[in-house]
Nanobody
Framework: QVQVVESGGGLVQPGGSLRLSCAASGRIPSISEMAWYRQPPGKEREFVASITSNGLTRYADSVKGRFAISRDYVKKVAPLQMNRLKPEDTAVYYC?????????WGQGTQVTVSS
């Protein structure tokens, strides 16, 4: 069984930074991609950033230049560094792992950007 766990959320002032962590565990012979999504209050879940096993990254336009995703597929982690945070970044952030031909989700971590 595969488990995905996010951590690192919290309350931060506008312009501040947070670093989210995503850790996958269980029977995972190989990870093809890890990604971050978020769900703002009252809205649908949206894509934030992803990184493949080859290190190729992709970002939503709204976070380009502010967020950075990385990965260590030996340790099965994919941190998301978030800088210059804005109130509109407030959301529950979810990690998704594509492995073994399946998609696995974590339970999410709350990020609140407010003064």
């Amino acid at each position: 069984q595969v488990q995905v766990v996010e951590s690192g959320g919290g309350l931060v002032q506008p312009g501040g930074s947070l670093r989210l962590s995503c850790a996958a565990s269980g029977r995972i012979p190989s990870i093809s991609e890890m990604a971050w999504y978020r769900q703002p209050p009252g809205k649908e879940r949206e894509f934030v950033a992803s990184i493949t096993s080859n290190g190729l990254t992709r970002y939503a336009d709204s976070v380009k230049g502010r967020f950075a995703i990385s990965r260590d597929y030996v340790k099965k982690v994919a941190p998301l560094q978030m800088n210059r945070l804005k109130p509109e970044d407030t959301a529950v952030y979810y990690c998704n792992t594509l492995a073994n031909g399946s998609s696995y989700w974590g339970q999410g971590t709350q990020v609140t950007v407010s003064s």
